[in-house]
């Protein structure tokens, strides 16, 4: 048996790596299926949370929002991470929404508060994190927003947020107050048109610049990514719109989901192949000093895959991944000093449960957690040092069909939000 007793996964950041990737790889692997019966969420209760649990505030958490067929509720089931990597679930487990289709959760950067889109219902619903990681409603339960909110955003000063809305093609921006974290429309600009379809959005992490993906074309057949300049007041402008495909990639695609590179100027965009058996691809942009952005020269990189959803870039910043829905699979890459893309070896790995849906990181610790749409569970995976994903123990069921996925790392923060 391997002595884990040294490999202590919540030391504070910058004292864990005397550990490569490898040997965690190696440790996690002999420890986690040794608890592999810990953490099971089948038993999980939906009462009212007692906030006197007794777990240190500096505990990671992570939050994942199921959909339940026929219910009124969505639930919300509550994790920590023991030094193993492993979720073990909160008392009580789970937590419930206002309202059943939930869409996208947000934590913001002080971890006291963690919000959620709800597109049964258009609103965002609201709580606070509580000792020991325990959601509670905030006294203002629930704020409006335009049709189908699939996305929000916390800027990094934590005073303002940003909801797409995808059916009436807008932002919705929100004032965060600082007491109790409760948003309210921004009076300067509660709501701004940006185009049907708008998917998903990214803001950098000096908080001047948000870009937006649209996977609806505009008028004349176009798909766009629209750049924004963003005030001190937390307004939006619009300082550039581009066609989502480039000179070196002239296919029409559906620009789907972006993200931004955590220490450089870079941008990636996933867009969706629209045509049967046209590869996916993914393109690379750089962010010049006034936020808009230019290929970078080698972009984009294509990959064949069905039903892919879900892009995200480790907190490193040195691997993207993209979750596969169709062929319940994971994509991997890694981004090279030029920002340009290569694929892994293998490009891909099977998910350990069906339909991956999103991915969050555990920051520093090489470990990375995807809710499994039809299967019901949370999977967790191993970072190697090469960018590979390696499934640790069993997947950790879930009350329903996982939607969304946010974690907060601990310390409280940096935040890696899905």
Partial sequence: MVDTSTFNLSSPPGNEHSLTRRTLLMTLSASSLSLAGCGGGSGATTEEPNSNLGFN?????????????GAANATISMFTINNSGVLIP???????????????MAINPAGTNLYMTCVA???VAMFSIGEGGVLFPLSTRT??????????????????????????????????????????????????AVGKGVNAMAINTVGNFAYTVNCTPDANGIFTITTFSIGGDGTLRTC??????????????????????????????LNRAIRTMEPNTIAAYNIGSDGTLSPVNT?????????????QIDDTGSYIYVMNRGTSTISMF???????????????????????????????????????????TISTYAIGNDGQLTGLANPIKTLGTPCAIAIRNAPAGPLIIS
């Fill in 57 to 69: 505030n500096g505990l990671p958490y992570v939050y994942v929002a199921n959909t339940i067929s």
């Fill in 90 to 104: 909160l008392t009580p487990a789970s937590v419930r929404a206002p309202s059943n289709g939930i869409y996208s």
């Fill in 121 to 123: 219902t258009n609103c």
């Fill in 143 to 192: 704020v409006a927003t335009d049709i189908y909110p699939n996305n929000i955003k916390i800027h990094p000063s934590g005073k303002f947020a940003y909801v797409t809305n995808s059916s009436s093609g807008t932002i919705s921006l929100y004032l965060i107050s600082q007491g109790e974290g409760v948003l309210s429309p921004l009076l300067a600009c509660p709501s701004l």
């Fill in 240 to 269: 550039q719109i581009i066609n989502a495909a480039t000179m070196s990639d002239p296919i029409v695609r559906m620009p789907f989901s972006i993200v931004l590179h955590p220490n450089k100027n870079l941008a990636y965009v």
């Fill in 299 to 311: 972009s984009p990189i294509s990959f064949i895959e069905t039903a892919t959803f879900d892009m």
């Fill in 334 to 376: 890694s981004i090279g000093t030029d920002g340009s893309l290569s694929a892994l070896n293998p490009a891909s790995v099977p998910a350990t449960g069906t339909q991956p849906t999103a991915m969050v990181f555990y920051a520093g610790r090489s470990l990375a957690y995807v809710p499994n749409r039809t299967t019901s």
